[in-house]
């Protein structure tokens, strides 16, 4: 049974009060390099933050969003937009200033796998305990005075979909994954999955944790080619038009998210964002004053990948309604962060106590993408 703590946490909409008062600004946050003021992360982020184990036979590994951005081209109804005809006319700095109706397009045709969708160099090296050159994104967001979640977002510049009956669906350009802990006064209390647009929760005490230097972090299994994110390693099943699917996940590469990211807050009130200083390639790349990232790219509402393309485009096709090449996601502020159940869709949301009890919806849903 959780404990008291726990079910705090699991119940703190409840007790939803007025906003605590924003944290005392800091001229640094971590190994960043960032000179503008900042407020960092709470430690608590880092100590708990999950080791992630990506497949043994991955083949799309983790992405830097910026090297992604060097690589589309900003469209509408497939044609670029005026004054952005080029792959790398859009940075972070300027992505808020593109409409949501945008598709970040790939500048290569995707069925030759260029070296920037595959992304080998964000593949975590065991040799420094799980570092990606890839650098994760952490996004605090402060609920009331006692309680934080912290989301922890996976970006990957191509989802593979995977097979039904020999064909292939649901592939896309760009794809955002995350999980996200609950803590209450400082303490974890549960913890969320999000699993291709759906997602299970499950209470802190339920879930696998590391040990030696990683101690009481939480582990996490990454599906292949999909990227979703599950509580245990094995095979998880899932239902779609066509059939069932399998996600197949094993303790294959550690991801240490905390060794490489950037870090924002993000305030209910405003819908805003603000940056927390990072840590390494993240750190760098969020500090940078030529010119400065900002936070404002997550603003942005538009899709992180191609539009789904047509029919007549060579290797499309749709059968029941599941598409070979699908729309692009969007990013990490179409994810409910203010969300105060603990699942994205809050209704029905369901919080386990062992991660052996159902662990996804059975049929895939696209609304968060």
């Not at 009060?17 to 000179?35: D, E, Q, R, V």
């Not at 983790?62 to 497939?78: G, K, Q, R, W, Y």
């Not at 945008?102 to 090296?125: C, E, I, Q």
């Amino acid at each position: 049974m959780p404990s008291i703590r726990q079910l705090a946490g699991i119940l703190a909409a409840a007790a939803v009060s007025s906003a605590a008062p924003a944290p005392a600004l800091s001229s640094s946050a971590g190994n960043n390099n960032n000179k503008r003021q900042t407020t960092p992360l709470p430690d608590y982020a880092l100590t708990y933050a999950p080791i992630s184990y990506l497949y043994s036979g991955e083949s799309w590994w983790p992405s830097d969003v910026a090297t992604h951005l060097a690589n589309v081209i900003p469209e509408v109804d497939f044609v670029a937009v005026s004054g952005y005809t080029s792959a790398g006319s859009v940075t972070l700095a300027t992505l808020n200033d593109q409409s949501s109706s945008v598709f970040l397009t790939s500048k290569d045709n995707v069925d030759t796998s260029p070296a920037w969708l595959v992304s080998a160099y964000g593949k975590p090296t065991t040799t420094t305990g799980g570092y990606s050159a890839a650098p994760g994104t952490i996004i605090a967001v402060q609920k009331n005075a006692t309680w934080v979640d912290v989301f922890y977002f996976y970006f990957y510049s191509y989802n593979y979909g995977g097979k039904v009956i020999g064909i292939n669906f649901d592939d896309h350009v760009g794809d955002w994954e995350h999980t996200m802990i609950r803590f209450v006064d400082g303490a974890p209390t549960a913890m969320y999955f999000s699993q291709h647009g759906s997602g299970s929760a499950y209470t802190w005490a339920a879930l696998s944790k590391g040990t030696g230097t990683n101690a009481g972090r939480p582990l996490t299994y990454i599906g292949t080619g999909g990227h979703a994110n599950y509580a245990k390693p094995g095979k998880e099943d899932y239902t779609v038009a066509l059939g069932i699917v399998s996600d197949t996940t094993d303790a294959g590469f550690a991801w240490d998210l905390a060794q490489n990211y950037r870090g924002y807050w993000f305030d209910t009130a405003s819908s805003t964002f603000s940056e927390a200083g990072g840590v390494n390639v993240g750190g760098s790349e969020e500090g940078s004053t030529s010119p400065a990232e900002g936070a404002t790219w997550l603003q942005w509402g538009g899709a992180w990948g191609d539009e789904q393309y047509a029919s007549s485009r060579s290797g499309q096709y749709c059968i029941f309604g599941e598409c070979h090449y699908t729309s692009g996601p969007t990013g990490p502020v179409a994810k409910n962060l203010g969300r105060t159940a603990m699942c994205q869709t809050e209704s029905g949301c369901t919080v386990f106590t062992s991660v052996d009890d159902l662990t996804h919806q059975s049929k895939r849903t696209h609304e968060s993408k």
